[in-house]
């Protein structure tokens, strides 16, 4: 198990050809072996490329990935509507006086921007990533880690690593924040893991979650069915990987 951002760093990028390998384990048996998530070597690679090409196709660049992102926001808003017959009308008024939001506005938008990041960070998603495999044996910190071993990037190390975050055990949009108040990278954000084998879906992903949270709170205002105080906020354990609640709440349309 790799743990905390200089030692995933120094792996999962500096040594990340030895690193790129993926291990089978009895979740990915459902994949048969097959898919760019589960193959390691000559055969991932390939499968790597054409999947990032046909992604990029798909799109055609950002921009009608975008759009059809915010066709899927506009359906998710829809359907609140059906939901909702008594605040139909309103719904109604604040779809057809407001614009969409963009990905361009993400740079005007820094704390929305900080908040979902923060999001993220909490949400702590792939706790462990995917586990690789290593492609020969190598040498790392004085230890030898042989060819063919499953190894486990801990990325919740990563996001709790306290030399590089201000507040890393809470909830605190700061953390991606500069004293005046601009959006700030931090490179141990790593939900979507680090190096060769990093997500293939993050811009996708990236943009599909700023669109739907920015569209969200501009036609809605969110409001808790018990009191704040009574919410557990901390992400549920399932199989390998970190789960949202579940909550019952208003979605209140805004004038
Ligand atoms: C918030 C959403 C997402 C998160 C947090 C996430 C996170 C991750 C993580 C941690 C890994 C493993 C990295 C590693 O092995 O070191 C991964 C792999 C992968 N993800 Fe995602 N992912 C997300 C969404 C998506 C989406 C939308 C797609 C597809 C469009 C996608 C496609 C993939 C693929 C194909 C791989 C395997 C890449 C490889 O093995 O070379 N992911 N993702």
């Not at 954000?189 to 993050?202: N, P, T």
Request: charged letters at 25%; hydrophobic letters at 40%; proline letters at 5%.
């Amino acid at each position: 198990i790799i743990s905390g951002y200089q030692a995933l760093k120094d792996t999962m990028i500096g040594l990340g050809e030895e690193f790129s390998g993926r291990a089978t384990y009895p979740l990915l048996m459902i994949t048969l072996g097959y898919g760019v998530l589960s193959t390691s070597g000559h055969r991932w690679k390939e499968m790597r490329r054409v999947t990032l090409m046909t992604l990029k196709n798909f799109g055609m660049g950002r921009r009608s990935i975008e759009e059809r992102v915010r066709e899927e926001a506009e359906k998710l808003v829809e359907m609140f509507k059906k939901c909702k017959e008594r605040v139909q009308k309103e719904i109604d008024e604040v779809v057809g006086q407001d614009r969409w939001s963009s990905v361009e506005d993400r740079q005007n938008l820094p704390y929305t921007d900080a908040v979902i990041h923060e999001i993220q960070r909490n949400m702590d998603l792939a706790p462990i990533a995917v586990p690789h495999k290593m492609m020969c044996d190598t040498e790392y910190n004085g230890y030898v880690i042989p060819k063919g071993v499953m190894v486990f990037p801990l990325l919740s190390s990563v996001l709790i690593d306290p030399k590089m975050w201000k507040n890393p055990n809470c909830f605190d949009p700061e953390n991606f924040l500069d004293a005046d108040g601009r959006f700030q990278k931090n490179d141990a954000f790593v939900v979507f893991g680090m190096g060769k084998r990093a997500c293939l879906g993050e811009a996708l992903a990236r943009i599909e979650l700023f669109i739907f949270f920015t569209s969200l709170l501009q036609h809605f205002t969110f409001k808790a069915t018990v009191p704040l105080e009574e919410l557990d906020t901390t992400p549920t354990k399932c199989s390998f990987g970190c789960m949202p609640r579940t909550y019952d709440c208003y979605a209140i349309p805004r004038k």
